[in-house]
């Protein structure tokens, strides 16, 4: 009989006190599951904005089976808790199925707000924007898209999707790594996809009882219902080949001198005379690769914003072919002499954010915001979709308008009226904010630069020799959100294109 006092007597104090605190507006609850049937599997960004609006609050509040979650669906809302009290918005929720099971821990995006995080980010922010590194990132950069994207693209057009993978995923791959990397069918690339799959898949929240229920993960295996467990078990062997095998074979690489300074030969070199050396060693693999999903999405969309708005490609184009000419390709350098170019990739950002929810933080405390409540280990989602569509900040925010982002005379605008989404949400908030946004936004920039600079995006034709409408569509389910595989032609603009792509392009050589 005490027993059962015992564990009574605090679910009603519990109840209580929680009844009595203010939590952010949000849809009614259900008892014990919470708002599980509110939040949707797919595009579960738009239905949080659409709840914003019905409840008159940019702040809402969800109880996912007895966690609090937390939408922030205004930039005002995301700039107050996650930028300016970001001391107590930056953790990370801690999902059972990916953080243990998988072991997701290994890579320092999923980590809690910590030492072992602090560490991780500042070697490597130190690796990314120190001044001597600045050189050999851009120039890997420029040679995977020279060397592998074009010439890819104008030997197998069908197969763009995959060139993209390789052209952009492979330069982030390189940079990690140092490895050389195939032009075609490169083998670590495959190692990064499948691993970075798993972890992705594992990490959807609500997907897994026992996220909710952590103990769960002690069931045997063989039980009924554990079947996850057995899939955890795989998964946890494929994410494991991403650590092992490329960094003994950086390892290996750097006693022959086979590979070029990576982010891993530079960090393993400064690590070296450390205390702690195999903790660091394990954080600092593969925090490059949170880029390779992220950077090869930016570049897919835009293949599909061409197909989709060929006005705005012959504006583009039209704009390189006088500021560049049709003798040379474009380079970084060129970026801020193209406008127009600037206004469609900002607007793209905006229109399709690439990761559309951002990555969920976590409260490390209790706070008071308007004053609403929100309790310690609060799942906090700024949501970016929100932000960027918000008609009172963009103006009928569903149509593709590059011109939002110009003033009367074509320029830039720079009056601060209307948010950059090259600055503003698009790599998150806060002491979380992306470590790779100059490498994502120069990968992102050249490839579509280069790409208009050489090649025609239009749609295939039908039997009869007519253009099939293009349909480009979004499952919304994952964390990045992709377009699903569309098909088109990719053709060089003229000879001179050509003739541009294929001077580039080394025959005798299998590697970037
Ligand atoms: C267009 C390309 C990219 C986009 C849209 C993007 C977006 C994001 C977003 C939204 C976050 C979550 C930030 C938050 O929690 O508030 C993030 C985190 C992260 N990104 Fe990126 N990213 C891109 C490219 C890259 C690249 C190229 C790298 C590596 C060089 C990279 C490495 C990371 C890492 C390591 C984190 C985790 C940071 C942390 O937890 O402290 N990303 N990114």
Redesign the pocket.
């Known amino acids: 009989m005490d027993s059962i006092w015992a564990l009574f007597i605090p679910f009603v104090i519990y109840t209580w006190t929680r009844s009595r605190k203010r939590y952010p507006p949000g849809p009614k609850r259900l008892p014990f599951i919470g708002n599980l049937l509110d939040i949707p599997t797919r595009h579960a960004y738009e239905k949080f904005a659409h709840y914003s609006k019905d409840l008159n609050s940019d702040i809402i509040y969800l109880d996912a089976v007895g966690v609090p979650f937390i939408v922030l669906n205004s930039l005002e809302a995301c700039n107050d808790l996650?930028e300016k009290r970001s001391n107590v918005y930056s953790s990370?929720y801690h999902q059972t199925m990916a953080y243990e099971l998988i072991d997701g821990k290994r890579?320092?995006?999923?980590?809690p707000y910590g030492d072992e995080?602090r560490e991780s980010?500042k070697i490597?922010m130190k690796h990314?924007t120190a001044p001597a590194n600045q050189e050999p990132i851009f120039s890997t950069i420029t040679q995977f898209i020279r060397k592998s994207l074009l010439p890819n693209l104008l030997m197998a057009p069908a197969d763009f999707l995959v060139h993209i993978r390789n052209g952009v995923g492979g330069s982030?791959i390189s940079?990690t790594y140092g490895l050389p990397i195939k032009r075609v069918d490169d083998p670590w690339i495959e190692v990064a996809e499948q691993s970075m799959h798993c972890l992705t898949s594992a990490a959807v929240p609500g997907k897994y009882a026992v996220d909710v229920v952590p103990a769960l993960k002690h069931l045997p295996e063989w039980l009924p219902g554990a079947g996850f467990l057995r899939e955890a078990k795989e998964w946890k062997r494929t994410f494991a080949r991403l650590f092992e095998e490329p960094f003994k074979a950086v390892k290996k690489g750097m006693v022959d001198g086979t590979v070029q300074p990576s982010f891993l030969s530079r960090s393993l070199e400064e690590i070296s005379d450390m205390p702690d050396q195999e903790r660091l060693e394990r954080v600092i693999e593969n925090?490059?690769?949170?880029?390779?999903d992220?950077?090869v999405?930016?570049v897919t969309n835009f293949v599909a914003m061409l197909l989709l708005f060929p006005d705005i490609q012959s504006k583009a184009q039209a704009e390189i072919d006088i500021v560049i000419g049709r003798h040379r390709l474009p380079e970084l350098e060129d970026k801020t002499k193209l406008p127009y170019l600037s206004a469609v990739l900002k607007e793209l950002?905006r229109w399709k954010p690439?990761?559309p929810s951002?990555?969920?933080?976590m409260t490390s405390e209790d706070d008071i915001y308007k004053d609403y409540y929100i309790p310690k280990g609060a799942i906090v989602m700024?949501n970016?979709w929100a932000i960027m569509h918000d008609e009172k900040i963009f103006p009928n925010p569903s149509k593709f308008d590059p011109t939002r982002f110009l003033t009367a005379s074509g320029q830039l605008r720079h009056d601060n009226k209307i948010p950059d989404p090259e600055v503003v949400a698009?790599?998150?908030?806060?002491?979380?904010?992306?470590?790779?946004?100059n490498?994502?936004?120069a990968?992102?920039w050249l490839s579509a630069a280069c790409i208009l600079a050489c090649f025609n995006v239009t749609p295939e034709l039908d039997d009869e020799g007519k253009p099939i409408t293009p349909k480009i569509e979004y499952v919304g389910k994952e964390i990045v959100s992709h377009p699903e595989p569309f098909r088109c032609q990719i053709t060089p603009r003229d000879p001179e294109a050509t003739a541009l792509v294929q001077a580039e392009y080394d025959e005798s050589s299998e590697y970037i």
């Open positions: 996650l990370r890579i320092f995006p999923m980590l995080w980010k490597m990314i982030i940079l925090p490059l690769l949170g880029g390779t992220t950077s999405t930016a950002l690439i990761v951002g990555l969920p933080h700024g970016n698009t790599f998150g908030f806060g002491r979380r904010i992306c470590p790779g946004i490498i994502g936004l990968s992102f």
